[in-house]
């Protein structure tokens, strides 16, 4: 449900983005959409939507979330302030290289990285696993920010969008399933020990 939610916000910006020439009319009022900034626009309303539905739905303020937000808005806001489409463009890969910058400290500071500071309490994973873990999520972050930049610069503003969408969609998709496959030994092998003991 909350990964759902996430996304709500860049498909929401991809559409908006295909009404490029459009005119949406309420009454007198009436508006025409144009490409990149209507969708930057849409995007930044729809994220502080997403951060407010799953603050009511959670019960508490979500990180993440947040950090998402401050980061949709100033590269957002930049962009329709100065009405240029570079900064949101560079959006995705100064937050993914902040979370692996994140990822890479937290890994040296204190007993436990970043993912086992998150999931820790519901997730009972040996060391060697939580060290795999985070270099695994670290390299993702690194990953999807260099593949972004790429795709902004060599291909034209329309393929970046609909890459921004699918990229979204194909990598955390693949985070979770690689995630879930170094995760699921140590889950099985735990059920098993605890079957054990109650016998």
Do not use: C
Request: glycine share 6%.
């Amino acid at each position: 449900m909350k990964q759902l939610l996430e996304f709500i916000p860049i498909a929401l910006f991809f559409v908006v983005y295909q009404l490029d020439g459009e005119i949406l009319r309420v009454g007198d009022w009436q508006h025409e959409f144009d490409g990149i900034f209507s969708a930057t626009a849409v995007l930044i309303g729809a994220t502080a939507l997403q951060v407010l539905i799953s603050r009511i739905a959670a019960g508490y303020w979500d990180k993440r979330s947040l950090w998402t937000f401050l980061a949709v808005s100033v590269f957002g806001g930049a962009t329709l302030i100065l009405r240029d489409q570079t900064f949101i463009q560079w959006k995705p890969t100064i937050f993914n290289w902040a979370l692996a910058i994140a990822f890479v400290l937290f890994h040296f500071v204190g007993e436990r990285n970043l993912l086992e500071r998150t999931l820790g309490a519901q997730l009972e994973l040996p060391k060697f696993v939580w060290t795999r873990l985070n270099l695994l999520w670290v390299s993702n972050f690194l990953i999807v920010g260099a593949l972004n930049l790429y795709v902004a610069y060599g291909y034209s503003e329309a393929t970046w969008v609909s890459y921004k969408l699918y990229s979204a969609i194909g990598f955390t998709l693949l985070l979770t399933v690689l995630t879930a496959l170094m995760v699921s030994p140590h889950l099985q092998h735990a059920e098993a020990a605890a079957e054990s003991d109650n016998d």
